[in-house]
């Protein structure tokens, strides 16, 4: 059964500390994805990565980053966290861009206090 | 920029009957792909149907199936026999089939059923 495992199912972090979102995927696919969810804002996608070393902004980068050492691993890193990123983070990954289905993991709801 | 609008914030419909859900997006492509996932509250989106903006026939997975109107720009999820277990949160997607693509989504439609 195919995974997209995140490490944490709840954080609670506080303002200004560095926060790592990790996600791994054991299907060797090539991308994968981080969105934010929010109420009545659907998902949106922060960074995005087509290859190993490789990483592309999406749509809300600001006050994020993300690593991508081995193809199977894809981290978010806030630098220093604050309460408006207080949300639900969900991982994606897909064999051949988002035009294919993408598996997502069962996401990380974040609280910053 | 291309938009995803669901303008259902949420539904409900007896067990065993039909509902369908609204979804109608912006763009000035011509290939694209259209999606609908799934939200359970597990919380792990799953992906229901997807559609080939450049293929007529509407797409069919069970009891879910799409009605495509490339022309009004609309793509609707109708859910047959409906059952406890489609209880979730639905997003229809849209990705462009040119440069560099980005799934969009809508922000969702809340499905509840009714035993």
């Known amino acids: 059964d195919v995974k997209v495992t995140q490490s944490s199912r709840y954080l609670v972090k506080r303002t200004g500390e560095k926060v790592f979102l990790e996600c791994v995927q054991d299907?060797?696919?090539?991308?994968m994805f981080w969105y934010r969810q929010d109420p009545g804002l659907g998902l949106r996608l922060i960074y995005f990565s087509y290859d190993v070393k490789m990483k592309e902004k999406g749509d809300i980068p600001e006050g994020y980053s993300v690593s991508r050492e081995k193809k199977e691993r894809f981290s978010l890193i806030l630098e220093s966290a604050s309460t408006n990123q207080t949300s639900m983070y969900l991982c994606?990954?897909?064999?051949?861009?988002?035009?294919?289905?993408?598996?997502f993991g069962s996401g990380t709801q974040l609280s910053v206090l | 920029a291309q938009t995803v609008t669901q303008s259902q914030p949420e539904m409900s419909v007896q067990e065993a009957e039909t509902v369908t859900l609204s979804c109608t997006y912006d763009?000035?492509?011509?290939?694209?792909?259209l999606f609908w996932y799934k939200q359970p509250p597990s919380r792990q989106m799953i992906l229901v149907i997807r559609q080939e903006a450049y293929k007529q026939q509407n797409a069919t997975e069970n009891r879910f199936s799409v009605n495509f109107q490339k022309a009004a720009k609309s793509f609707s999820l109708k859910i047959s026999d409906s059952q406890l277990g489609d209880a979730a949160m639905y997003f229809c997607a849209y990705v462009t089939n040119f440069g560099n693509e980005k799934l969009t989504f809508g922000t969702g439609t809340r499905l509840t059923i009714i035993p």
């Open positions: 299907m060797d696919h090539e991308n």
């Open positions: 763009t000035s492509e011509s290939d694209y792909y």
């Open positions: 994606a990954s897909s064999s051949d861009g988002p035009h294919e289905k993408l598996f």
